[in-house]
């Protein structure tokens, strides 16, 4: 079973500065997906951002964007330039190239201070 | 193109009682995926459909829960007999084919379900 581990319940940034969320993975696999989710206090699940372990290059997505490290398992978000909007639960999570099922870190709650 | 639609929103139950969760997947989609999420918690996965089949039930509790997504209608979650337990986000998603699979699924707005 894969397991992802995010180890910041909550961060706290100041309006246009710069927060990087942390995010660890375990799996035997060689092909498989990352994502950042995000989760307003709407609740709804937006996906931010996705990446294909078979690349190298990060992914960007605007002001999202990731540093993967795949020998580390590691696959953290950068946020640039907070917004308020920005506000919300980040969720880390894994899937399989060949599966369906995702699996999600705990997540860690962002507050953008204006 | 509506995205993946969920009702209702919010969904209040007194233990003993059954509730009913709806999903109609984007159009064009055929699997449908229903996610449970307590509180303060990750989404964790529940069971897999497609058309007049589940594929794989295997976050399922074994008891109470059932799924179903019809030929016709949309998927529907069902728990018997609610216990406080069960008070949660439920969080449907869908994707279209396999094969063209991106690893990407697309979620509705999620169903929250209280049991008083």
Redesign the interface.
Known sequence: AQT?TQSQPEMSVQEAETVTLSCTYDTSENNY?L?W?KQPP??????VI?Q?AYKQQNATENRFSVNFQKAAKSFSLKISDSQLGDTAMY?C?F?L?ND????????TTVTVRA | NAGVMQNPRHLVRRRGQEARLRCSPMKGHS?V?W?RQLP??????MV?LQKENII?ES?MPKERFSAEFPKEGPSILRIQQVVRGDSA?Y?C?S?PR?DL?????F????S?LTVL
Do not use: C, P, W
Request: glycine share 14%; no cysteine; aromatic share 24%.
């Open positions: 992802v997906y994502f989710y709407s609740r709804q699940m937006i996906l996705r294909e969720f999570a899937m190239s369906y099922k995702l699996s999600f870190g705990a997540g | 699997h995926y996610y303060e918690e990750g989404l964790k996965f897999y794989d976050g986000a969080f998603a994707s396999t699979n991106t690893g990407e699924l979620f509705g707005e999620g929250r």
